[in-house]
């Protein structure tokens, strides 16, 4: 592809980072988004979220003039949707009305000729259901589900596989699956994402590139919930789980992950479940796995209640309220800004509301807590250090890392203070 105009549908995480990176090559970008505020930001040069080196591809291309953000979809040669998959209600069922409202606010300017890529992590068959809605959309076009390979629109799926705190890098590194209804498809997003990707761009159809993604996660989460589980365990047996861990480790065919309060995050912590929804019957390990990691932050709620209780019996004349417990962490992973589904953001908001005395949050990365906490502070870390009597680790920043264990009682869910 020379010289294209590419259009990237969601500039949040995955988008912007995305639009950077082409529009670094030189290329024009226009970056669509609803949040008009964002929009605004990423004009001035500016970012609105916390990723190592994109304030600075993102000042470049804007200053360059080739990056540009609007609120409504123009014309282009590729068009990139990177909008958010949740879930709808409690039952974990995929909610896929963002992708489809990308859909009917892109298909008014689709011409014949033109790339439809879902890089939005979706369960399988999204891709198709995409397609299906364009052509809903627009008779006037020819799409592959019923043109093949003449359609006179190409539509793929390319699942972003990125580590927060590294995007930048891993977009150009990392090895891309690229799904495409038809090998027409598959070759035009091919030669769209070796603009920058210097990976290999591995070519499948739709459904296995959408599978793909939801396998990686899932393994991550089945091994997770191993590590979580086991915390449970070794806390009943009254055995050091980060000591069980590196012993157990030391065998040349075993590495155990790291147990937390949970798992966070809008992948690992939602793919799974798409692929229950499509076989519950048969999804039987993946359903136990999440269920293990959700289960953990309410296991957590109950540690911190006997953390206070333990407070109280060495204090007698202390009552709950006069009790002050700091949690260090809100973040999904350590050293970023993101807080989609953190099992951090669910146990500060209970406690926040069960606990009758102060708490407190650490979060360097941010400058307000979200609305779901309330009744909460935040404080900086010396503050909660010197105030506190409970201290709970739940998200191990390297700040907190590199600072002294707090006096008090420690709840470490993460063995920072275990070191």
Known sequence: MTSPTISVIGLGYIGLPTAAMFASR???????????????????????????D????????????????????????????????PFQGDDHTPDLTYIQSAARAIAPVLSSGNLVVLESTSPVGATELLAA???????D?????SAGESSDIRVAHCPERVLPGKVMQELIHNDRVIGGMTRKCSDAAVALYKIFVDGECVITNARTAEMAKLTENSFRDVNIAFANELSIICDKLHIDVWELIKLANRHPRVNILQPGPGVGGHCIAVDPWFIVSKTPEEACLIRVAREVNDAK?????NKIKEAVARHL???????????????YGLAFKPDIDDLRESPAVEIVSKLSSLHC??????????DRLPGSIEGAILVSEEEARQTADVHVMLVDHQSFRNAPQPNGVLLDLRGAWSC
Do not use: M
Request: hydrophobic residues 45%; aromatic residues 6%.
């Open 26 to 52: 030189k290329v024009k970008v226009v970056g669509v988004d609803v949040n008009a505020s964002a929009v605004e930001t990423i004009n001035r040069g500016k970012i609105h979220i916390v990723e190592p």
């Open 54 to 85: 994109l304030d600075i591809a993102v000042h470049s291309a804007v200053t360059e003039g080739f990056l540009r953000a609007t609120t409504r979809p123009e014309p282009a040669d590729a068009f990139l949707i990177a909008v958010p998959t």
């Open 133 to 139: 809605w364009l052509a809903e959309a627009r008779p």
């Open 141 to 145: 076009l020819t799409f592959p589900q």
């Open 297 to 301: 932050p309410q296991w957590v709620l």
């Open 313 to 327: 019996c060495a204090d007698p004349g202390k009552a709950e309220a006069d009790v002050t417990i700091a949690c």
């Open 357 to 366: 005395g102060s708490v407190y949050v650490v979060e360097p990365n941010i």
